[in-house]
């Protein structure tokens, strides 16, 4: 596993996450739904090449190179603090030689530059769109690292829609707290860009609407 530094700042997500990167992952089971969904759907080809862009401590890429042995995964993070324990528990898993790390930013880093390929297989983010500001342009880098024939997966937080209002109302002020921005807006999104892409889109509720996920295949 490498570890590549990037030039872009992340003193913000460094500061939110120093010391919740400890239980991250023990108290995000409980509210990240969808993850396992996404993962599932990933199904890369034999000897494919997978990236997660805001993979912060490595909890889904540590469970997708389990489920598929003969890929390769990559992680960006614009945190040096969750990559930090990212690294530790990748080594841990005993996953160090097919998963790389790279510190950048979602919506301006290099593939070639970072990770020493042009483009990969899947791309995915889980729950990171939600806290990147400029997402519309993270979601195009995202496309644009596509190989021909690769997939796009996203799953965040819904808008709630078959939930009570009051359960919405509560969840999204908490999630600000942290710098969390549900977008109500990501399925459009992901539809323009497989237009201007000339590729194909799939979105779907899950969970009455608490988590979105959607899919752009790539032709």
């Keep these: ?19 919740q990167r400890h239980i991250y992952d023990l108290t995000r089971k409980y509210y990240l739904l ?13 000897r494919g090449h997978v990236l997660e862009i805001g993979c912060g401590t490595g909890r889904n890429l540590i469970a997708a190179a ?9 992680g ?5 603090e969750m990559l930090a324990t990212a690294r530790a528990n990748i080594e841990r898993a005993g996953l160090s030689d097919r998963i790389t790390l790279a510190r950048g930013d979602a919506a301006a880093f290099d593939p070639a530059a970072i990770f020493g390929r042009v483009s ?9 769109l939600s806290m990147v500001p400029p997402w519309r342009t993270a979601l195009e880098c995202a496309a644009a690292a596509l190989a021909p024939g690769g997939r796009l997966h996203v799953v965040d937080f819904g808008q709630q829609e078959r939930l009570p209002r ?5 969840l999204f002020v908490w999630l600000k707290s942290f710098h969390v921005t549900p977008r109500p807006d990501l399925f459009q999104a992901l539809c ?5 892409e000339g590729g194909a889109v799939r979105t779907a509720p899950l969970y009455r609407g608490y988590a ?7 032709l």
Excluded: C, K, Q, T
């Design 120 to 128: 990969f297989d899947r791309v995915f983010f889980s729950y990171s």
């Design 192 to 196: 323009d860009i497989a237009e201007a």
């Design 166 to 170: 009051v359960f919405r109302a509560m």
């Design 1 to 19: 596993m490498s570890d590549i530094a990037a030039p872009h700042s992340g003193d913000l997500m460094d500061r939110v996450y120093r010391y």
């Design 34 to 46: 969808g993850r396992d969904h996404l993962i599932a759907s990933l199904n890369p080809p034999e």
């Design 212 to 218: 979105w996920y959607g899919e752009i295949r790539a």
């Design 66 to 74: 389990r489920a598929y042995p003969r890929a390769r995964f990559y």
């Design 76 to 80: 960006l993070d614009i945190s040096s």
